[in-house]
């Protein structure tokens, strides 16, 4: 598998009721995500901000509200998909890219994305780079739980507007 560094600007937008929270990869932990099962924390992000907005939207001709937040991050190691699979990669990682809520919520499969995700973490990696499915883009899955003091990952918010509790929404 490729590792890499990142030193980037990355982009999410998160529903209004949970910005107050930027940072957490909870959400992600409560039914698992393309990269993580159940019970592990990951924040994913886009490095464009219009894949940012389409992965929001997934298939929806509408989108939800939302608060789009912008990050700076210089982190690593990193599973690197963005040049694809090579034929020294275990042949797993062809299936990154499976329909993992059909897999897990309506087959009761476990998806080996979310295996995948269990390999890049022993490795030692922080999270997975990989091309997005819906647009032209790269998206990234990080590890919250990892990241250590070498690691940068700060919201941009120098105006101090995200909200700062769920009291907002009283």
């Known amino acids: 598998m490729k590792l890499a560094r990142l030193d980037a600007t990355a982009y999410r937008v998160h529903t209004p009721r949970w910005a107050h929270a930027p ?23 886009s490095l464009e901000l219009e894949t940012a907005l389409a992965e929001y939207r997934q298939l929806s001709p509408l989108m939800p509200p939302g608060l789009m937040v912008s990050y700076t991050l210089n982190l690593g190691p990193l599973v690197d998909l963005r040049d694809g699979v090579d034929a020294d990669w275990d042949p797993l990682w062809h299936d990154f890219y499976c329909d993992w809520r059909a897999l897990h919520f309506d087959k009761d499969v476990e998806p080996p994305s979310w295996v995948l995700g269990d390999i890049a973490m022993a490795a030692g990696a922080k999270g997975i780079l990989f091309p997005s499915v819906l647009v032209p883009g790269v998206n990234l899955v990080l590890y919250t739980e990892l990241l250590d003091a070498d ?3 700060d919201v941009y918010d120098p105006d101090g507007g995200l909200p700062r509790n769920q009291r907002s929404w009283e």
């Open 151 to 153: 690691d940068r990952l």
């Open 23 to 45: 940072l957490s990869g909870a959400g992600a932990a409560r039914a698992g995500g393309r990269a993580n099962r159940p019970g592990i924390q990951a924040l994913y992000l």
